[in-house]
């Protein structure tokens, strides 16, 4: 049994079962992956119930719910850690928690080391956003400004995955401090099984994340390509349902409105879900689809295509988001083609290149399967949750206890 002290880590997030998915989803992975390399985890979310409680327990994580009140101001307010614990680390994610993760280690724990991670690049994003009344340059501006103070003023920033890690290798330059570290999540969610198409019709074809984004997660591209695809596959042919999960509450069926719009196709079976956080119907989604679509026209990493790959389900995915970027490092530009698909900022000839895509998974959904297996298995073996972890903690000059 070790002997070594305890590690305590402190993340910050906003709820541990999020209903927006993305960085909470990635917070509590992170956080039972540290749970298992040994170190005291203890996470700071909003009020949560007795179950989220239980289950994070399950998972060797303590959560640390704040007080009921506005979210910023209640994650802010010094934690009440069990049995007065000292975290040697805190974490915060991007603007999200970062603020308030620095706020807490500045206020109550000062000796504790502190990690901000980067999930967004805002001058990459905000021009995709609509947001009446908001000049984007302005916002994109300020919100750079913000992660920048966060990352500098960090005893380590910490960038998820290649296009991010490129970004802000640049970013941070004009500051003295050491370089962002790359930090690319696990690929592991679950037994690798070997998965076929699903039996019977229709055939699935899937789309999760935050679908009020509609032109930064590419939803209309994807609306109008799947539209090409399923006119050009005929009535002979088994029908194809375009499922869109991540809608918010009470607006499923005005995007269902704008889908249809987009795809140029009124006999277009679509299915528009809000975003849930029960990962067993997510998980279900994944099960039945016989293809995940990713299409953003730009994405610092590309958790939904990540969460696609980990369950076997074939994927293809936009080139500018570093989840391509990363398949194009790992398999080389051949190889990457089935999942990777080339996006020129040209609208019509992108949702043509994305058609022809998804026509090529539909053709021959064996295939598809068989590489999905086979991407999953590559990353899996390169980045699964323990390994990333392990390599962050050295990296960081962390020691992990020797486990029993």
């Known amino acids: 049994m070790s002997t070594q002290p305890d590690v305590n880590v402190l993340s910050v997030g ?18 039972t992956a540290l749970a298992r390399a040994g170190l005291r985890v203890f996470c700071r979310v909003s009020p949560s119930t007795h179950q989220e409680i239980a289950e994070a327990e399950r998972q060797g994580v303590v959560l640390v719910p704040a007080s009921p009140g ?20 805190v974490i915060g994610h991007g603007r999200f928690t970062g603020l308030v993760a620095r706020g807490i280690a500045e206020d109550h724990f000062p000796t504790a080391t502190r990690l901000h991670f980067l999930h967004v690049a805002p001058d ?53 401090g050491p370089p962002p570290l790359r930090f690319v999540p696990g690929f592991d969610a679950g037994p690798v099984v070997r998965r076929t198409p699903p039996p019977g019709a229709p055939v699935k074809i899937l789309l999760s994340g935050r679908v009020e984004d509609s032109s930064l997660k590419g939803l209309d591209l994807a609306a109008w390509a799947v539209g090409l695809a399923a006119r ?15 809608a918010r509450p009470g607006t499923s069926a005005a995007v269902r409105s704008k889908v249809l719009r987009w795809a ?36 610092g990493f590309g958790l939904a295509g990540a969460e696609a790959i980990a369950a076997g389900t074939p994927v293809l995915v936009s080139s500018t988001s570093g989840l391509g970027l990363l398949i194009g490092e790992e398999l080389g530009p051949d190889s990457a083609r089935p999942f990777v698909v080339p996006v020129s900022g040209d609208d019509a000839e992108d949702a043509e290149t994305w058609a022809r895509a998804i026509e090529a998974v539909l ?40 486990l029993v």
């Open 14 to 31: 906003t709820a541990w079962h999020s209903l927006t998915g993305g960085i909470d989803m990635l917070n509590q992975r992170f956080c």
């Open 264 to 299: 140029g196709h009124p006999g277009l079976n679509v299915v528009v879900r809000p975003y849930t956080s029960d990962g067993t119907r997510l998980a279900v989604a994944q099960r039945t689809a016989s293809l995940a679509l990713m299409p953003s026209r730009t994405e």
């Open 70 to 89: 506005p979210r910023d101001f209640a994650l802010a307010r010094r934690p009440h850690m069990p049995g007065g614990v000292v975290p040697d680390l």
């Open 124 to 176: 990459e994003i905000e021009w995709h956003k609509n947001r009446r009344g908001e000049d984007a340059g302005d916002r994109a501006e300020h919100r750079t400004a913000l992660e920048l103070e966060l990352a500098k003023t960090a005893d380590r920033a910490v960038a998820i995955g290649p296009m991010l890690h490129n970004r802000y290798l640049t970013e941070l330059s004009a500051f003295d």
């Open 363 to 402: 053709d021959d959904r064996a295939a598809a399967f068989a590489r999905a297996h086979a991407l999953r298995e590559h990353l899996t073996s390169r980045y699964s949750w323990d390994s990333v972890v392990s390599s962050l903690l050295g990296q960081l000059g962390i020691r992990q206890p020797d």
């Open 232 to 246: 050009r596959r005929g009535p002979s042919t088994t029908g194809v349902e375009f499922v869109v999960y991540g």
